[in-house]
């Protein structure tokens, strides 16, 4: 017996890992591209990790002023920190630093853009549903712990772009009235900017958050092997049963090959497109107001709701003063974040639907919630445009004000509106599919009947085709019944007010009656 088969044998007499390996290579992946992006962002995570780790070796997360004297010559001699100055060092001086230091952050910008689609995905197809609501928890946990490895990261240059960033934080944390100041002398070390926030934000992003994420990554990969994974209707799928490849050897091979495509793009970007150049923008300073300084994409929200609330809304209550402009922003964020997380458990409640669901939803036969998600994404959407207000206003040539205005009526109008069309287009399309199952394709090609009439043949769709049009369940209004104690609660009359605003004005789905009455009258 080898050296390696003893090792083995070794290892599962006292681990009995042989079964558990077997077990998860039976389980059965489903074969659609929208499954990726969940392997896209495990990817770019470890990607970040490998990166991570080269820059560790030559990165100093000190704020101690010294004197650049690498061989960037434009800033030689310019005091900065102790950060800046190595940063600069590993982009000009470390052969690969540069290529490591853009593949580190172009594999986050997609770690955080991979899980902010696969949840997008999540949504819009109901793949939250039960058993999965914890997951969707644990997920959404997820992208916001990657926003903040992202931020941390993001401020360790300590140049004038990360210094902005933290000035912002700082002010926001300021703004609170009554422990805002405490807590921002607990994170600076002192009055902004401190004398070791590169060293705090350094702990947390290469040793505390990266662990939590490792964690929660565990937990969320333990949670889909132990349930049924989730797959779109077709003939043969089932709730019980899931057609696709089983783990071992065809999807680990397909991944293996995946991984490297992934971090093939991300050299390849890296390598060919410059990202955070901190040699442009210099050390920070807090004395000038730099334009264009922008945050990355995924803390742009955050920006655009300070940046479109209106001025002057302040109070002084107790001794205090109430800045209601940065304190109505971190209220609207939190509330929308929080929406975010709890809505499988809101949509749970509203259906009262306590079924096991592995068969995904097509957004339009799920026409609420494909409208609170469009809602949702435009809101997102308008903010992020808000946290580049001075850019749209320098490069179209409009004013400032015309930008921030028009941006403040979109915040409020444009999720209204997005909410009605996608509901209303949603709606249309399940109008469109049940014509089709009932009367099938129109062909274009026109028939003189014996008596003199004209029509137009129809062709009837295939088996699968009218599976994917008929195979979604129909959700009734729940009606206002007494609880078991024979009384009308609150609670249950508002609950049945959201079921009806969910499922009143749905399109059901055509019945086997219908559809062979529709085939007998096509055959007439």
């Known amino acids: 017996m080898s050296i390696t088969a003893k090792a083995s044998n070794y290892l599962d007499e006292r681990t009995s890992i042989s079964g558990a390996v077997k077990e998860f290579g039976r389980k ?15 990817y770019s995570f470890i990607i970040i990790l490998l990166s991570g780790t080269f820059l560790t070796f030559f990165f100093q997360a000190s704020m101690t002023p010294v004197e650049y004297e690498g061989s960037f010559v434009p800033l030689k001699g310019v005091e900065m ?3 800046m100055s190595s940063t600069l060092d590993i982009s000009f001086d470390i052969r690969g630093g540069l290529l490591m230091r853009q593949v580190h952050h172009w594999a986050a910008l ?9 949840m997008l995905r999540v949504f819009f197809t109901g793949a939250f549903r039960k058993p999965r609501e914890l997951n969707w928890s644990i997920g959404f946990v997820l992208f916001v712990l990657a926003m903040a490895e992202g931020f941390t990261g993001y401020s360790l240059p300590d140049d004038l772009l990360s210094g902005n960033g933290l000035r912002i934080i700082d002010g926001m944390i300021v703004g609170v009235p009554v422990v805002g100041t405490w807590i921002s002398f607990l994170l600076f070390g002192g009055e902004f900017p401190g004398n070791d926030i590169v ?9 505390l958050l990266p662990l939590i994420v490792i964690a929660f990554i565990g937990l969320h990969l333990m949670f889909v092997i132990i349930h049924k994974h989730t797959q779109y209707p077709g003939p043969g799928r089932t709730e019980e049963n899931v057609v696709g490849y089983p783990v071992l050897p065809v999807y680990a091979a397909k991944a293996g090959g995946f991984f490297f495509i992934v971090f093939g793009v991300v050299a390849l970007m890296a390598a060919t ?6 040699w442009n923008y210099g050390p ?3 004395s000038p107001v730099s334009a264009g300084t922008q945050p990355d994409w995924y803390i742009g929200f955050a920006d ?6 209106p001025p002057h809304l302040e109070t002084y209550w107790f001794g205090y003063t109430w800045s209601w402009n940065i ?5 609207v964020l939190v509330l929308f974040l929080a929406a975010v997380f709890v809505y499988p458990f809101f949509e749970a409640w509203v259906t009262g639907d306590k079924r096991e669901h592995h068969i995904l939803d097509r957004p339009r036969n799920a026409p609420v919630r494909t409208a609170i998600g469009a809602a949702g994404v435009t809101f997102y959407a308008v903010l992020w445009a808000g946290a580049s207000s001075d850019i749209i206003a320098t490069h179209f040539k409009v004013t400032m004000e015309g930008v921030i205005n028009t941006l403040q009526i979109l915040l409020i109008l444009g999720p209204i509106f997005a909410f009605i069309i996608a509901k209303r287009v949603a709606l249309a399309l399940q109008k469109k599919d049940q014509a089709i199952v009932l009367h099938g394709f129109e062909t274009g090609r026109i028939v003189r009947l014996p008596g003199g009439q004209f029509v137009e043949v129809h062709e009837q769709l295939s088996e699968y085709e009218r599976w994917q049009l008929v195979s979604f369940t129909d959700n009734a209004p729940i009606m206002v019944r007494p609880n078991d104690r024979g009384r009308i609660t609150a609670g249950i009359r508002w609950r049945s007010r959201w079921s009806r605003f969910f499922f009143e004005d749905r399109v059901a789905p055509v019945t086997q009656t219908e559809y062979k009455q529709a085939l007998e009258h096509a055959h007439h």
């Open 28 to 42: 059965i992946f489903p074969d659609h591209w929208s499954f990726l992006l969940g392997e896209v962002a495990l």
């Open 81 to 83: 920190s102790a950060a």
């Open 110 to 118: 997609l770690f955080v853009a991979a899980i902010g689609l696969h």
């Open 199 to 207: 060293g705090r934000l350094y702990t947390l992003h290469i040793l």
């Open 273 to 278: 497109v410059t990202i955070n150049p901190i």
């Open 284 to 286: 920070y300073d807090p």
């Open 304 to 309: 655009g709701a300070l940046r479109l609330m």
């Open 327 to 331: 304190l109505i922003p971190i209220l």
